[in-house]
């Protein structure tokens, strides 16, 4: 109830008062795409540290590891893009995509 009132309201100041003012559909949904992106940023930066602090030497060799480092490779392109007309150039970027995915 609480996240519903912070995304379809705001609070407006004027001459002293306070006023809550309910946003329009197409603001809300701004709002809660925001909130969204910013909840997946966090998430994502957190993994990455915690992937990072797991692999790292200092780790391995806390756990008796020495010598070796471990690695994570992450690939996160775009799908396969396909329009209404195809040029030249989507054949090269597919084509690409695909030759690089092929690698992982």
Do not use: H, W
């Not at 992937?51 to 790292?56: R, Y």
């Amino acid at each position: 109830e609480v996240v519903q009132e912070a995304l379809t309201t705001r609070l407006v100041n004027t001459a002293g008062e306070e006023f809550v003012v309910k946003l329009t559909p197409q603001a809300a949904k701004d709002g809660c795409d925001a909130l969204a992106k910013e909840i997946y940023g966090l998430v994502f930066q957190v993994l990455v540290l915690t992937i990072n602090e797991s692999t790292s030497p200092k780790a391995l060799k806390k756990k008796g590891i020495k010598n070796k480092m471990g690695t994570v490779s992450i690939l996160d392109m775009f799908g396969f893009e396909c329009f209404a007309v195809n040029r030249f150039d989507q054949l090269c970027i597919n084509y690409a995509n695909e030759t690089i995915q092929n690698k992982y």
